[in-house]
Antibody, heavy 123, light 112 residues
Framework: QITLKESGPTLVKPTQTLTLTCTFS??????????VGWIRQPPGKAPEWLAL???????RYSPSLKSRLTITKDTSKNQVVLTMTNMDPVDTATYYC???????????????WGQGTLVTVSS | QSVLTQPPSVSGAPGQRVTISCTGSSSNIGAGFDVHWYQQLPGTAPKLLIF???NRPAGVPDRFSGSKYGTSASLVITGLQAEDEADYYCQSYDSGLTDFHVFGPGTKVTVL
């Protein structure tokens, strides 16, 4: 059974850096064609993909947020960490991590999701 | 503003068939990239419903089906049930200047 759980602060101040940790079980991030992605969802809005780290340590970021994001993995701990700098109130959202699988070519889908963590950006 | 478009809402009576469209362009769906669909019940994380355009994960009822034609994809729910009332999102890959992995804006399905 695959499980993922996000952890990190629920409240950050504007300009601060957000660090979120995804702790997972039931799969290995060294398995071919597997990844862990981060997706956020502002209240009442659609999900927005942020970043994805692949089994081979390759990384991809949303072009619109690339300058603010860093994704890393610790395979020994089964963890993936996302940092987002210069937080703003518009970044208030539920942040999810998800187990990702390659369906072919560049298309990864998000097969299992964590429960999500609501991050509020406010002074 | 997503590169994928979906109708904001669709509705149907129990037992009816409803179709949710996901329209893209030549840099995503039209380029041959797979489309995936997610169902989100209130207060919960999205759940994978269809992957690889037409495939259902284990446990997803066969009343959910997916297809693709040209620059558009569709999710069809046949035999609509009360528990299908939720938000539905399509997702694909975009090779243009936008986000690589893109979600549609979502469609609210209401069971009348």
């Amino acid at each position: 059974q695959i499980t993922l759980k996000e952890s990190g602060p629920t409240l950050v101040k504007p300009t601060q850096t957000l660090t979120l940790t995804c702790t997972f079980s039931g799969f290995s991030l060294t398995t071919s064609e597997v990844g862990v992605g981060w997706i956020r969802q502002p209240p009442g809005k659609a999900p927005e993909w942020l970043a994805l780290i692949y089994w081979d340590a390759d990384k991809r970021y949303s072009p619109s947020l690339k300058s603010r994001l860093t994704i890393t993995k610790d395979t020994s701990k089964n963890q993936v960490v996302l940092t987002m700098t210069n937080m703003d109130p518009v970044d208030t959202a539920t942040y999810y991590c998800a187990h990702s699988i390659n369906s072919g070519s560049y298309t990864y889908y998000f097969e299992s999701w964590g429960q999500g963590t609501l991050v509020t950006v406010s002074s | 503003q997503s590169v994928l478009t979906q109708p904001p809402s669709v509705s149907g009576a129990p037992g009816q068939r409803v179709t949710i469209s996901c329209t893209g362009s030549s840099s995503n769906i039209g380029a041959g990239f797979d489309v995936h669909w997610y169902q989100q019940l209130p207060g919960t994380a999205p759940k994978l419903l269809i992957f690889g355009t037409t495939n259902r994960p284990a446990g997803v009822p066969d009343r959910f089906s997916g297809s693709k034609y040209g620059t558009s994809a569709s999710l069809v729910i046949t035999g609509l049930q009360a528990e299908d009332e939720a938000d539905y999102y399509c997702q694909s890959y975009d090779s243009g200047l936008t986000d690589f992995h893109v979600f549609g804006p979502g469609t609210k399905v209401t069971v009348l």
